[in-house]
């Protein structure tokens, strides 16, 4: 299914407005000829402040949806009968599922199953040769898989075992993908990635929280000791990475992404206030990293992912490019040039204060 085929195409973006959803948007119009239509609910974590910078484009529409309203979600295939769809629409954050879990369930679970089952129904009244090239890809984590300990890799085929609502509900839906593939023939595929970083993420993940946290002069919160491991990896690769799939994947298959990239929470943690210290130095003349804090651990804090991304790089030639250190620069400059749009995303029920664990140890 290539982008840039001879006629026009049609892609949806689910969750388009949101960190990842973004960056695919604001790729796919800029580097591709393809009509690209954002569905998002806009909860508090999308904001079409993120798309903004191609919402000028007269191949970009925009369409504020439930993706667990069936009648809704019909009406988008008919009206703009698509070529393929990028679903990355959820519930993201492992914190917020732990305080509410419900939400998960219905746009994770709920609304993967109602987008598959309209996308099933589009697929089947295709004409032969756009049914065989329609695509749908389910984007997905690493979290389905559970922990590691300090040794060993995730690999495709290792088992889910999930620590979170949050990562149940993805995995739930990845069941649910992959089975609309093998049992109804929609042409699925199905990605998943390890922890993303970079510009328009909402500031409840570690590294916009402690950017914001440090430069207000607050706290900066490390969870438990602050070893636990992610494999991180720059936003533009992630994007790089599902457009290989959709193009060059092979309907089925899974593929792993991620960064080659692990730290330790406490190394990132350091890495930011060493950029912060050399940017934006603080007015007390003190290193950021006299604010670091350790606070009450995670319930089922994972300890360390890492993912083994050699499928996707050996059948696809993907590889992600972006260094952690010029990453995470570009991510702190983007922070603080954009105070607007960090004080557009935080309101009166949200202020950076701590998730997913009891309040009085924040
Ligand atoms: P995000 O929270 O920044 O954005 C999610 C978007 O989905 C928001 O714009 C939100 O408004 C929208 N949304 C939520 N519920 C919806 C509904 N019912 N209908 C329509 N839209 C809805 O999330 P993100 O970090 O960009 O993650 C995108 C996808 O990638 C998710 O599926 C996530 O599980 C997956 N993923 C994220 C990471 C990561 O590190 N952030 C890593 C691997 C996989
Ligand atoms: O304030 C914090 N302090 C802290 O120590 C926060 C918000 C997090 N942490 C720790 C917890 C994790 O070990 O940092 C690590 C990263 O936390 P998050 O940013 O919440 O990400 P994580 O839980 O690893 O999940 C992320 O990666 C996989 C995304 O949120 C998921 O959507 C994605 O699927």
């Not at 990355?88 to 732990?98: C, F, P």
């Not at 060993?152 to 509900?169: L, V």
């Not at 936003?235 to 692990?262: K, Q, S």
Request: glycine share 6%; proline share 4%; hydrophobic share 35%.
């Amino acid at each position: 299914m290539y982008i840039n085929s001879g006629s026009q195409t049609t892609v949806f973006v689910t969750g388009g407005a949101g960190f990842i959803g973004s960056a695919l948007v604001r790729h796919l119009i800029r580097k591709t000829s393809a009509s690209v239509v954002t569905i998002d609910k806009l909860t508090y974590a999308g904001t079409r402040a993120s798309i903004e910078p191609v919402a000028h484009s007269d191949r970009h529409y925009f369409e504020q949806a439930d993706i667990a309203n069936a009648s809704v979600v019909n009406d988008l295939f008919d009206r703009y009968d698509p070529d393929a769809v990028f679903h990355l629409a959820a519930e993201s954050h492992v914190d917020r599922s732990i305080d509410g879990p419900a939400a998960f369930i219905e746009t994770n679970i709920l609304g993967s199953y109602t987008l598959l089952e309209a996308a099933r129904e589009h697929w089947r009244d295709l004409e032969s040769s756009r049914a065989e090239d329609f695509r749908f890809l389910h984007v997905s984590t690493d979290e389905v898989y559970g922990e590691l300990g300090d040794e060993g890799y995730f690999r495709e085929d290792t088992p889910y075992d999930p620590s979170s609502p949050y990562s149940a509900s993805k995995a739930s839906a990845d069941h649910l993908a992959r089975v609309w593939q093998r049992t109804y023939g929609l042409p699925v595929l199905v990605t998943n990635c390890s922890n993303n970083y970079g510009p328009y993420q909402y500031p409840e993940k570690l590294i916009p929280v402690v950017i914001l946290k440090a430069i207000d002069g607050e706290p900066i919160p490390v969870y438990g000791t602050g070893e636990n491991v992610r494999d991180w990896l720059y936003v533009e690769d992630h994007v790089r990475a599902l457009r290989t799939v959709m193009e060059e994947g092979t309907v089925g298959e899974t593929y792993n992404i991620g960064g080659r990239c692990e730290k330790q929470n406490l190394d990132v943690v350091h890495a930011i206030c060493d950029v912060l210290d050399e940017e934006y130095s603080a007015p007390h003349g003190n290193s950021y990293r006299d604010q670091i804090t350790f606070v009450e651990d995670r319930p089922g804090h994972d300890w360390r992912y890492a993912i083994d991304c050699s499928k996707i790089e050996e059948e696809l030639g993907w590889s992600p490019k972006e260094s952690f250190e010029s990453g995470i620069r570009k991510t702190v400059r983007w922070y603080l040039n954009h105070r607007d749009w960090c004080r557009a995303a935080l309101d009166e029920t949200y202020d950076l204060e701590r998730l997913g664990a009891d309040k009085t140890d924040a």
